[in-house]
């Protein structure tokens, strides 16, 4: 069973760029789309982004001009880097698996971590 | 982008009730509709795909049905560890959306 794992610092300051990391382990990192899906405290859940194993990508229109989501496969694991961040960016932000054939859905999911926007 | 709109917002129910959430699409999507659950402080965990097909692993009470732009999620008989909130999402086109949820509460 793959399991993926979020990593980053909790607390980023207004205008700086948040950072995070997906580990990927039991199971491979290819040929599967691999995303980042934020939940605001209140508010439903937003897609930011996903990247393929190949390095190709597609972002949300409401994030593109600050989202950039990248992989490195030799250490499993892909990343997010979101810039100019302020209060509205603070969110529980999951990684998570886009799998599927005919149909795609998110079959597995990270623990998600807390990112607060805050000086 | 695709609008998912839900419904109801919140709902109380008992156990052993039957449970129908509603999930809206705007446009269509045909049946690239997904449900998932997610209970406080975990992640989301995938219920339906493709409307009506069930996850593996996912209980039988619940089922899905719908097509084009009006979906359901059918809970038959309610248990104590379905109370959580619900969230329909559209697979049809980019930027993926989800519906705002249905929170579903002891009555």
């Known amino acids: 069973q793959v399991q993926l794992q979020e990593s980053g610092p909790g607390l980023v300051k207004p205008s700086e760029t948040l950072s995070l990391i997906c580990n990927v382990s039991?199971?491979?990192?290819?040929?599967?789309?691999w995303s980042w899906i934020r939940h605001p405290p209140g508010k439903g859940l937003e897609w930011i982004g996903f990247?393929?194993?190949?390095?190709?990508?597609e972002y949300n229109p409401s994030l593109k001009s600050r989202v950039t989501i990248s992989i490195d496969t030799s250490k499993a694991q892909f990343s997010l880097r979101l810039t100019s961040v302020t209060a509205a960016d603070t969110a529980v932000y999951y990684c998570?698996?886009?799998?599927?054939?005919?149909?795609?859905?998110?079959?597995?999911w990270g623990q998600g971590t807390l990112v607060t926007v805050s000086s | 982008e695709i609008q998912m709109t839900q419904s109801p917002s919140s709902l109380s129910a008992s156990v052993g009730d039957r449970v129908t959430i509603t999930c809206r699409a705007s446009?269509?999507?045909?049946?690239?509709l997904n449900w998932y659950q997610q209970k406080p402080g975990k992640a989301p965990q995938l219920l339906i795909y493709?409307?009506?097909s069930l996850q593996s692993g996912v209980p039988s009470r619940f089922s899905g049905s719908g097509s084009e732009t009006d979906f359901t999620l059918t809970i038959s008989s309610l248990q104590p560890e379905d109370f959580a909130t619900y969230y329909c999402?559209?697979?049809?086109?980019?930027?993926?959306?989800f519906g705002q949820g249905t929170k579903l509460e002891i009555k």
């Open positions: 998570a698996r886009w799998s599927g054939g005919y149909y795609f859905y998110y079959d597995n």
């Open positions: 039991g199971g491979s990192i290819r040929s599967y789309y």
């Open positions: 990247i393929y194993h190949s390095g190709s990508s």
């Open positions: 446009p269509s999507i045909s049946t690239y």
């Open positions: 493709g409307a009506s």
């Open positions: 999402q559209q697979s049809y086109t980019t930027p993926q959306t």
